[in-house]
């Protein structure tokens, strides 16, 4: 029977030589950080080249940068990837809804000057949700930043606001306690959970850590207020757009729509009408519901990918 020689300390296994195949590709770090906008500290997630263009990621309710804690790296490695957390989700600060005025138009302003503080003076918009009217607020007031949009299930027509709103309706016509009390079932973990499943193509990848993570911030104390007052704020947004519309049709930005067509909340008839005064835009009506990231990353990537390489 031999027996085995020792190993010296100073063998190894050799590596492959540059032509016995590809190297593994840099793996794109992510770096967790905040920044002080207007006494407020604001957290973001960001990650690639310094000098690359920059993606704006901006999330929707009730979720925070979170919602693309997995996009970020599959971008990073051509794309200076930025995503805040507005004031009142996720780790930015929330301060009392008595101190601090939600409405869009304010974080709109507090994204805006988040912008200028790292030096971001042109981008590429990726708007969901809330992030619409926000992104939509800043193309507004500088339409020369705006590379590009990618519109993810956010609204910026009438057709957009189907049944799911009529209560929500009601509350801007009337701001009434009854009427703010009607629409505290939008802020519990049945309702959570119920964005993130409904109508999913494959609810299997859809993983529980979202409902999780969001519902134990919306159940921060004084947080109901915060979402209830930005509720009732959402109607702000409705008589801007003729001027959102308007900025479409004279600037005509490249835009990507990835809509995930079975979500109640903003549903597929919001997506279509971006082509009247979007004619080139390219619309892909997904297997999805409202956060169509957590089941169709892997359709929506190469979608992304492609659209940015032929547009920026």
Do not use: C
């Not at 970020?72 to 809804?97: E, F, N, T």
């Not at 959570?192 to 979202?210: E, H």
């Not at 704020?233 to 835009?255: C, E, I, K, W």
């Amino acid at each position: 029977m031999s027996q085995l020689e020792p190993i010296s300390p100073t063998s190894h296994t050799p590596r492959p030589g540059p032509d016995e195949g590809p190297a593994a590709p840099a793996i794109p770090v992510i770096h967790y950080k905040t920044v002080r906008i207007d006494g407020v500290n604001v957290f973001y997630r960001e990650a690639g080249p310094a000098d690359a263009p920059v993606l704006l990621l901006l999330h929707g309710f009730p979720t925070s940068s979170h919602m693309f804690r997995n996009l970020i790296p599959l971008l990073a490695d051509r794309y200076r990837v930025i995503a805040p957390d507005y004031p009142g989700y996720g780790q930015s600060d929330a301060p009392k809804h008595t101190e601090f005025a939600y409405t869009f138009a304010h974080l709109a302003n507090i994204v805006d000057r988040f912008t200028v503080a790292l030096g971001a003076s042109k981008y590429s918009l990726y708007v969901m949700d809330y992030g619409a009217p926000i992104g939509y607020r800043l193309a507004l007031a500088h339409p020369e930043r705006v590379q590009a949009m990618i519109v993810q299930n956010g609204n910026a027509y009438t057709e957009g606001l189907g049944a799911f709103w009529d209560p929500i309706k009601a509350y801007w016509a009337d701001g009434s306690q009854d009427n703010r009390t009607a629409l505290a079932g939008l802020l519990t973990l049945e309702t959570t959970k119920f964005q993130y499943l409904d109508g999913m193509s494959d609810a299997a990848r859809i993983s529980p850590d979202n409902w999780i993570v969001d519902q134990a911030l919306l159940d921060r104390p004084g947080n109901s207020d915060i979402q209830l007052d930005l509720l009732h704020d959402y109607g702000s947004n409705v008589p801007l757009y003729p001027a959102f519309q308007a900025f479409f049709r004279q600037h005509q930005p490249p835009t990507l729509i990835v809509w995930g067509k079975n979500d109640v909340v903003f549903p597929e008839p919001g997506a279509h009408p971006y082509l009247r005064d979007l004619p080139e835009a390219e619309l892909h009506l997904l297997d999805s519901g409202h956060f169509a990231l957590e089941d169709q990353l892997d359709v929506m990537v190469p979608l992304i990918r492609d659209f940015l390489a032929r547009k920026l």
